[in-house]
């Protein structure tokens, strides 16, 4: 196993999860930091490693670093130039990126590692907190194919599938279409099934038959029942899924293309944020479908 010292900057369901499983596998975890100071003490103790007070301070003291942060100003903050940013420690670490953020912040944030002396790799996850621990994400890399093959056993560590899509901004392109397709089919089946609810339909004979048909799909195995028995418990947020589809239409509009099932999905989960359900997972966007739950 190459020398990985890995360090995590966020540390929430995702990064946390990821940071456990290589550290069952025998990787050796330096330091985590998160802006939730107590989440990331927790986890340092669990690990026995470093709680970082600062996001330089995990570089500092790694030659990987992981981030996995929420958007795209988190992103920037962390890859500022202060000196608890991760900038100034740049030298000589590679960096794994794994938020979904615009593709053009994944491309921004290369030049700007780069220019300091370190790598960085975008690493976009299309799985949840059960494959982050179990080391069974599946991932997909844009960045300089010589920076993928050095990563490549700590990225197989996490993975069951890797992929290496190109240059940097690519994965992230097709990361904001893999969540822009899922949240249409999310929406899509709460409006079938709260649909078939007010028809007073068998849910379950319903799903059923969904599974059988043209109707099918992996959100349908994922949410159908959480839908239909209002478990939202959060794997994936609603405001994560708004995010994600914003991400898509602005790609679309860079292109000049209008995506109305998108534009669609995208108010729907708004909604959700306005309505004070967004920390509902993405399965809770049936609450604005089903009879008499808004």
Same mark, same amino acid.
Not at 137 to 147: A, I, N
Not at 161 to 165: A, C, D, G
């Given at each position: 196993m190459p020398d990985y010292q890995? /360090?995590?900057?966020? @540390?929430?369901?995702?990064?946390s999860n990821m940071a456990r499983h290589l550290h069952d596998e025998g990787y050796t975890i330096t330091a985590v930091h998160d802006v939730d100071g107590a989440r990331a003490t927790e986890l340092a103790d669990e690990l026995g490693c470093e709680a970082a007070a600062t996001p330089g301070r995990v570089a500092e003291a790694s030659n990987t670093v992981v981030t996995v942060v929420t958007d795209d100003a988190a992103m920037r903050a962390v890859f500022a130039d202060g000196k608890d940013d991760l900038l100034p420690h740049a030298e000589g670490v590679t960096f794994i990126n794994c938020a979904t953020i615009s593709p053009a912040v994944h491309v921004e944030v290369e030049?700007?590692?780069e220019a300091k002396g370190g790598h960085s790799l975008e690493t976009c996850m299309a799985s949840s907190i059960t494959q982050a621990r179990e080391g069974t994400?599946?991932?997909?890399?844009? /960045?300089?194919?010589? @920076?993928f093959d050095r990563l490549e056993p700590l990225l197989t560590t996490l993975s069951v599938?890797?992929?290496?899509?190109g240059e940097a901004g690519r994965a992230a392109q097709v990361k904001a279409l893999v969540n822009m397709v899922m949240n249409i089919n999310t929406a899509a089946l709460a409006e079938g099934l709260g649909l078939g609810d007010a028809l007073g339909l068998d849910l379950a004979m319903l799903q059923e038959v969904f599974s059988q048909t043209g109707a099918n799909s992996r959100v349908l195995e994922t949410d159908g029942e959480d839908m239909q028995h209002r478990d939202h418990e959060c794997y994936f947020s609603s405001?994560?899924?708004?995010?994600?589809?914003?991400i898509a239409l602005s790609l679309a509009d860079e292109q000049g293309l209008d995506l109305p099932l998108s534009k669609a999905t995208y108010e729907q989960y708004r909604r959700m944020i306005e309505v004070g359900k967004g920390d509902l997972d993405k399965s809770g966007v049936a609450e604005l479908t089903f009879r008499g739950r808004n």
């Open positions: 890995v /360090g995590f900057v966020g @540390v929430g369901r995702m990064g030049g700007l590692v994400l599946y991932l997909m890399c844009g /960045g300089k194919r010589d @920076v599938s890797l992929r290496y899509v405001a994560h899924a708004a995010k994600d589809s914003g």
